[in-house]
């Protein structure tokens, strides 16, 4: 069950990663893009802090979604180990 939770909580955090990656970013009335592809023709100082922002937010939530996905790997490996050794 434990095992399951975790798994799903991953997923959702990746999932709210790529959906913040691709969300464009506003500063004032000015498009900044996305933090995959930013805007063509701003100047880099209009949006730099809003991106920034944006992309720790981003690797934030995928690096949490990619290490909970792998402990469910983990768990799952273990937990099928040790039912392998003790049967």
Known sequence: MLNKVIGA???VLLIVGIVLA???VQ???DS???VFQPDK???PMQCDARLDS???LVTGFLAGGVALLATTITLAAVRDRRT???A
Do not use: F, H, L
Request: glycine content about 20%; charged content about 20%.
């Open 54 to 56: 944006r992309t720790i």
């Open 32 to 34: 900044c893009g996305s």
């Open 41 to 43: 023709g701003i100047t």
């Open 22 to 24: 691709v969300r464009p």
């Open 27 to 29: 500063a004032g009335r």
């Open 84 to 86: 392998r050794v003790t």
């Open 9 to 11: 909580v991953g997923a």
